[in-house]
C-alpha cells in the first residue's frame, strides 16, 4: 500500500488544521495506521495510533485531548484533527500503516512499512 498525506500548512497558535492520509494500490484493512512526527534537529516521534479494525485509538501524551486520530473507511483515509496549536507542534508530519502491530507497540515508527511523503505543519504568529 502507498501513502498520501496531505493537509499541512501555517496556522496561529490556538488555530486547527485537519491531515489526510490516503491509501493507494491497496486497502488499509487489516493496517494500523499511525501519525508521527519529526521537528527540525530531533528525532521522529509519535503522535497517534488507529487501528482500521475496529477503530481503537492512541495519543501521545503530549497531543491528548488537543489531536482526534479517525478513519473513513469507504474513502480508504485516516485524519488527524488537530486542535488548540501550539508552536511546539510545528513539525514533518508523517503518516504510516504496519500490519500485525501489537498494542504495546503501536507507538514504536519501526513496527511501520509504509510511510507517507510527510506535510510540513507550521504554528507561529
Known amino acids: 500500500v502507498q501513502l498520501q498525506a496531505s493537509g499541512g500548512g501555517w496556522v496561529q497558535p490556538g488555530g486547527s488544521l485537519r491531515l489526510s492520509c490516503a491509501a493507494s494500490?491497496?486497502?488499509?484493512?487489516?493496517?494500523?495506521v499511525g501519525w508521527f512526527r519529526q521537528a527540525p534537529g530531533k528525532e521522529r516521534e509519535f503522535v497517534a495510533v488507529?487501528?482500521?479494525?475496529?477503530?481503537?485509538?492512541s495519543y501521545a501524551d503530549s497531543v491528548k485531548g488537543r489531536f482526534t486520530i479517525s478513519r473513513d473507511i469507504d474513502k480508504n483515509t485516516a485524519y488527524l484533527f488537530m486542535n488548540s496549536l501550539k508552536p511546539e507542534d510545528t513539525a514533518v508530519y508523517y503518516c504510516?500503516?504496519?500490519?500485525?502491530?501489537?498494542?504495546?507497540?503501536?507507538?514504536?515508527?519501526?513496527?511501520?512499512?509504509?510511510w507517507g511523503q510527510g506535510t510540513q505543519v507550521t504554528v507561529s504568529s
Open positions: 504510516a500503516a504496519g500490519r500485525g502491530i501489537i498494542v504495546s507497540a503501536r507507538d514504536d515508527l519501526h513496527q511501520y512499512d509504509a
Open positions: 494500490g491497496g486497502t488499509f484493512r487489516q493496517y494500523t
Open positions: 488507529i487501528r482500521w479494525s475496529g477503530g481503537s485509538t
